[in-house]
């Protein structure tokens, strides 16, 4: 067993795989078979997982490649929408079920080559990605030597956009004039406190708290350098609770949110495009704000981080399939690609020359998340519990009614994250609902009992048309099925039953 900080943890888990025989295979075959003079050009099919909003897009560049390349290769394509967050649980789950190429956020980046789940690249590709990104972009895909993903992106943070009609440039810096801002002129201030534990960290960050997680050998979580529950945690709950206590608060990460009143919105790039459509010319944008507790000022923190592009390892038999898919996912993550992407999507280039292209410069939101970095902190693995109990951090904080009453929401935090320690194998491994049955907000995980690899929830419920839910493992988000929501099209009353065995979600009517 091994300390692990969050930034050191793909190292250490690879060096850890490498002298122990773990589940990565050292002769799965990099992007070079062709070495020896073997042809890549031939047709292949493959299953790419994208971004929603990036499925159209993705699926245009993958004709291009096909139409430019000089290697003779096709690739017939299904392009997928599973989001960066899902991604990497999915392909933990099964990875032979896998994308062949896949997108995913950097924090899942470590579990995923432990996982056997990406191909290393090759030497000639490595130098090329290298020579071509950001730097941290490059660290983020890289154990020790050896680089295993491509990087997509270097916009995975948050700042803070404003209407400038209503919030003066001169008061963005101040989180109690913001708030008192948004008060008078009876506009929101939409921050995901509530409903996020990704966006509340920042004031937990702002006064130096960590939460750095410890796993052994296998990758499992062990224990957790936690210091929220402390002196600088209460700090950063009095922070908060000026916020949670505004009658304008909504915990929302919506660019929506300007349609219906609010005047301030803590989000990323991905908004950039929808915000200016809404605001225009009134758009601001700027780092978070600082806040001020017992005389002392904090600037508000945001976790930071890298999207990625993987190969999923092919067999030796495909070792020339393979080489093709790092052929394409060069492609997808060079510079014109990722200047596509920017233009369509605003997503924030990892690739060097595009980052200082004219266009990319002029983007006020990605100088914001440029300012901001400074106070963001990276982020690496993360207990798959972790989200749900941190958020509920703000409701006990938004309850209370004095110091006592913070402290204990604390403490309250604190005592759920030493019990994840203390799981048994049968809770770890059992399977639950969760979702929006009966009125309820992802909070409470339904009860599921299993019989030759299904499982089924012990009571049947009333879903209504449009409900959302997940079944989920040992109450985390480490396994989650399917990899977006289940949506019920037809409302009725149903058990809810997996299939453990291919991840299957159904809907079982009541007799």
């Known amino acids: ?26 002769e799965t075959p990099t992007d070079e078979p062709s070495a020896d003079g073997t042809s890549l050009a031939g047709t292949y099919d493959i299953t790419v997982w994208a971004a929603e909003n990036a499925v159209d897009l993705t699926k245009q560049q993958i004709e291009k490649f096909n139409e430019t390349n000089e290697d003779g290769i096709k690739f017939n394509a299904t392009v997928e929408p599973v989001s960066e967050a899902d991604a990497g649980t999915n392909m933990v789950t099964d990875v032979e079920a896998g994308g062949d190429l896949y997108c995913f956020a950097q924090d899942q980046f470590a579990r995923l080559v432990q996982a056997g789940a990406l191909a290393k690249l090759g030497t000639a590709a490595a130098a090329v990605v290298a020579e071509g990104n950001d730097e941290g972009a490059v660290n983020a895909a890289k154990v020790g030597d050896e680089m295993y993903a491509y990087p997509l992106t270097a916009d995975n943070g948050y700042f803070m956009y404003y209407d400038k009609s209503v919030i003066s440039d001169d008061i963005v810096g101040s989180l109690e004039d913001l708030i008192a801002a948004c008060e008078k002129n009876n506009k929101y201030f939409a921050m995901e406190l509530n409903t996020s534990a990704w966006y509340l960290a920042s004031f937990f960050f702002a006064t130096g708290c960590v939460s750095e997680w410890t796993t052994d050998d296998d990758g499992k979580f062990v224990s957790v350098n936690d210091t929220f529950d402390s002196d600088k945690g209460l700090i950063a709950v009095k922070g908060m609770k000026k916020l949670l206590d505004s009658p304008m608060h909504v915990s929302s990460g919506d660019a929506s949110n300007f349609e219906t009143g ?77 200047l596509e992407r920017f233009n369509t999507l605003s997503w924030g280039p990892s690739n060097k020359e595009a980052a200082a292209s004219e266009e990319v410069l002029a983007n006020v939101g990605l100088t914001a998340l440029a300012k901001q970095a400074k106070y963001a902190t990276l982020q690496g693995q993360i207990h798959g519990s972790w989200w749900d109990i941190a958020k509920v951090i703000a409701d006990d904080v938004k309850a209370a009614k004095d110091d006592a009453g913070l402290q204990a929401a604390l403490d309250n935090y604190k005592a759920k994250i030493d019990a994840l320690f203390n799981v048994s194998e049968e809770v770890a491994n059992a399977f639950t609902v969760i979702g929006d049955i009966n009125g309820d907000t992802w909070t409470v995980d339904l009860a599921m009992a299993e019989e030759n690899g299904v499982w089924k929830t012990v009571e049947a419920y009333e879903l209504a048309e449009g409900t959302q839910f997940k079944v989920r493992q040992g109450k985390s988000w480490d396994v989650a099925y399917p990899a977006e929501n289940f949506v019920v099209e037809t409302a009725g009353t149903y058990y809810i039953q997996l299939d453990a065995a291919t991840g299957e979600v159904t809907l079982v009517a009541a007799e």
């Open 1 to 26: 067993m091994k300390k692990i900080t969050a930034l050191l943890l793909a190292l250490a888990m690879v060096l850890c795989l490498a002298a122990c025989g773990g589940k990565t295979n050292p």
């Open 262 to 338: 609010a005047a301030v919105l803590i989000s990323g790039t991905w908004n950039y495009e929808t915000v200016k459509g809404i605001l225009g010319d009134n758009m601001g944008v700027a780092e978070l704000p600082s806040f001020t507790v017992d005389g002392q000022t904090y600037h508000m923190g945001s976790y930071r981080g890298y999207k990625l592009m993987g190969v999923k390892p092919q067999t030796k038999e495909n070792a020339v399939k393979q080489a093709a898919l790092h052929k394409l996912a060069q492609y997808l993550t060079g510079k014109d690609c990722q």
